[in-house]
Structures are given as structure tokens and as C-alpha cells.
């Protein structure tokens, strides 16, 4: 069609003077101006599906591009098959929607789902970058020097498990012990080493996840072993046994294993959405039930089981108290259940084994 063709028919339409039609019109041709896009970060926990469909279809409705049902559908499965897939990778994993406003004439909302997965070491390298020292405090847990103090004055064999930046490792090792710490966070072992070789230590850095099958460790050697703050990384039962079954390995017959968890206090039974969101929050949490499981046929016999929060404020000197400004809410479950009003099902205890 030649230009006089075509002016020929635009005159034959009729003149549209009516606001709401130029303005329907104007909105149509705004559109191919208009861009947007964005990402939305959820933590994947497979348990809060309904709630992150929820979010997602709100946030594409406020933007202006309601999903059909069909569309709604495909994005839950896609939500769906995500978080199973990252919180079976880690629990820090995160489902990532990346999502655009498609241009006219087309119309609705493209998105992509990804997932992203930090490593520990990752997560702890940010708090390297991002935080203050002391990451976990100034002092030594005061339940693991009253531990070490059963042994008397003699120089004793520790192995201390996820020993992060040395918090319990130095000022033992400075008093004469000897400590192994075993760490998977290369920030910190970087840390740890220098420290050795400048105070010129009887102390060694192992690399490795005690979880890990090829970590392998000297048996029936050291006299005590702790781990603070590192079963509430661990994910599940199998987890813990096999945290038990090497410490009852490495372990000399007589000695001690200390280590805090996190208990659920005995009436309340924790559901999986909790369970996932207390990995999330590093406050992984076992029952009284779940221990006695994990420890069954192991050489290993509970000595004492204490309030970790009422244990510290009590034995740690004045100064040091709290240890960092997030241990009491951390310690009391607040991470998981940031209540206002109400102390959450779960407690930090001290657990303190004989190797029989
Ligand atoms: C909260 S920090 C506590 C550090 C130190 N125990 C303290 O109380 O100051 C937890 C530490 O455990 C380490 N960790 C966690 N899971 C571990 C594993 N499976 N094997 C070895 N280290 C682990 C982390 O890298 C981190 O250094």
C-alpha cells in the first residue's frame, strides 16, 4: 500500500477525540518505554512454598502483569523443584527469581530461577570482610577452661573441632596444651596460622569437615575434645552420629568430649518448616530423643547437660559478658524465633561425655 492509499483510509476513520480512549492508546504506547526488572532472593526452604508463590504473585500483580493460572502454576512447580534441589544442596542456599517486564506488543513478565549456594567457608570469608573482630568473642567459653581444668595442671592433648578464629584453641595452647583445631574455613585457618607462627605455638591447624568420610584423625589420642558452636551447623541426625562416632574414635578411653546444642525443650516437638529454618539460621535443632538416638552403641556416656546461656553469664567474667552482641539472642533460639514476648522451645546446653 503507497502513502496516498493508506492517508486515503486514515481519513476515512473517525476522529477520536475521547480522553479515555487517547489515553488508553497513550498507556499502550507507554508501555514499550517502561522497564523493569529485578531479582527476589528466597532462602530455600522447601517448607514455605506457599508463602513465596504468595510473594511472587503479588509482587508480578503490583507491577501490572498478573500471571494467568496456567502461568502461576508453571512458576510454583519451577519454585517447587527449586528449593528441594538448594536445601538438599545446603541450607544456605538461595532460589533466586530474576524477572523483567516484557515490551509490548507481547505482554507479561519473563523470569528465570536460579539457585545460588555459598559454601560455609564463603559465608564465613563475608563475616572476615564485613564484621568486627572478635567474630565470637573476646574470652574463652568458660564451661570448656572449667573441662580442661579436670585434667590438672599437666599439658593436655585437645582436639578442638571447627575451631573458627582460635577463640578457645589460643589461650589454651598459650597455657601449655597441646591443641589440634580441625577447621573447613580457609579465613580462618589463614588466621590460626599466623598466629601459631608468630607466637610460636604447640598447636596444628588441620584442614577438613569433620563430616567429611576422608577427614581421617589420630585414634584414641587426645584426652579432650570439644566443639563449640558447631553442631548447630550440622543438618540432621546422621550428622550428629557421625560427629559422635569419630570423636568416640579419637578419643583416649577416660577422656572428655564437650559440646554445646541445641535442645528442643521437652514438650514441643519441632516440624520440618522449623527444623529447616533453624538450619538456616545456623541453630540446627536435634530433640532429647535425637541425641539418645545418635549416641546409641557409642562409647560415650553424658556427664552433664547445662544451660549454656545460664552457664557463661555465671562463670565468665563481667567484662566478657555478652561474648558478641548476637550470642544471647542466637543462644536463647531468638535467631529462629525472634520473639518479643515469649522464650522460644529450644535451649543451647552444654553436653559434656565420658569416653568409656
Ligand atoms: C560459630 S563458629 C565457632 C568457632 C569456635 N568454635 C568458637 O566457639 O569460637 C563455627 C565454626 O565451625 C566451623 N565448622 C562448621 N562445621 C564444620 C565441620 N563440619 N567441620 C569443621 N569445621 C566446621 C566453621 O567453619 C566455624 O569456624
New binding site residues.
Given amino acids: 500500500m503507497n502513502q496516498e492509499q493508506t492517508l486515503q483510509i486514515s481519513n476515512q476513520l473517525p476522529l477520536v477525540t475521547s480522553p479515555v480512549i487517547l489515553k488508553k492508546a497513550i498507556v499502550y504506547k507507554l508501555d514499550s518505554y517502561i522497564s523493569g526488572r529485578g531479582e527476589l532472593v528466597l532462602p530455600c526452604l522447601p517448607g514455605m512454598l506457599d508463602y513465596y508463590t504468595n510473594i511472587v504473585e503479588n509482587l508480578f500483580s503490583h507491577l501490572g502483569r498478573p500471571m494467568p493460572t496456567e502461568r502461576q502454576q508453571q512458576l510454583r512447580q519451577m519454585i517447587e523443584k527449586g528449593l528441594a534441589e538448594g536445601f538438599n544442596i545446603s541450607a544456605a542456599a538461595m532460589l533466586v527469581i530474576e524477572y523483567e517486564l516484557v515490551k509490548p506488543p507481547k505482554k507479561g513478565m519473563a523470569c528465570q530461577v536460579t539457585i545460588r549456594t555459598p559454601t560455609?567457608?564463603e559465608q564465613?570469608k563475608a563475616w572476615v570482610a564485613q564484621r568486627k573482630p572478635p567474630l565470637?568473642?573476646s574470652h574463652p567459653?568458660a564451661k570448656v577452661l572449667a573441662t580442661v581444668a579436670e585434667f590438672g595442671e599437666n599439658a593436655t592433648k585437645i582436639l578442638?573441632?571447627?575451631?573458627?578464629?582460635g577463640?578457645?584453641a589460643l589461650p589454651l595452647a598459650r597455657k601449655g596444651h597441646y591443641v589440634d583445631v580441625?577447621?573447613?574455613?580457609p579465613a580462618?585457618i589463614e588466621q590460626l596460622q599466623t598466629a601459631i607462627v608468630t607466637e610460636n605455638l604447640s598447636m596444628n591447624v588441620i584442614e577438613?569437615?569433620?563430616?567429611d568420610p576422608l577427614t581421617r584423625l589420630q585414634p584414641a589420642f587426645y584426652q579432650l575434645a570439644i566443639a563449640?558452636?558447631?553442631v548447630s551447623?550440622f543438618r540432621d541426625v546422621d550428622d550428629l552420629r557421625l560427629f559422635l562416632a569419630k570423636m568416640s574414635d579419637v578419643i583416649c578411653s577416660g577422656g572428655l568430649l564437650l559440646f554445646n546444642i541445641f535442645l528442643a525443650v521437652d514438650e514441643y516437638v519441632p516440624d520440618e518448616v522449623v527444623r529447616e529454618m533453624a538450619q538456616l539460621c545456623w541453630s540446627s535443632l536435634f530433640t532429647s530423643e535425637e541425641l539418645t538416638t545418635a549416641m546409641e552403641g557409642l562409647p560415650l556416656a553424658i556427664v552433664s547437660n547445662e544451660l549454656v546461656i545460664e552457664y557463661e553469664r555465671q562463670h565468665l567474667p563481667e567484662t566478657a559478658w555478652p561474648p558478641t552482641s548476637w550470642f544471647e539472642s542466637w543462644a536463647t533460639g531468638r535467631d529462629i524465633f525472634p520473639l518479643a514476648n515469649g522464650k522460644p522451645p529450644l535451649e543451647l546446653r552444654w553436653i559434656l561425655c565420658r569416653r568409656m
Fill in positions: 560455609l567457608g564465613y565470637f568473642g567459653d578442638d573441632v571447627g575451631g573458627g578464629t577463640r578457645n580441625l577447621e573447613l574455613t580462618f577438613g569437615d569433620i563430616l563449640t558452636e558447631v551447623h
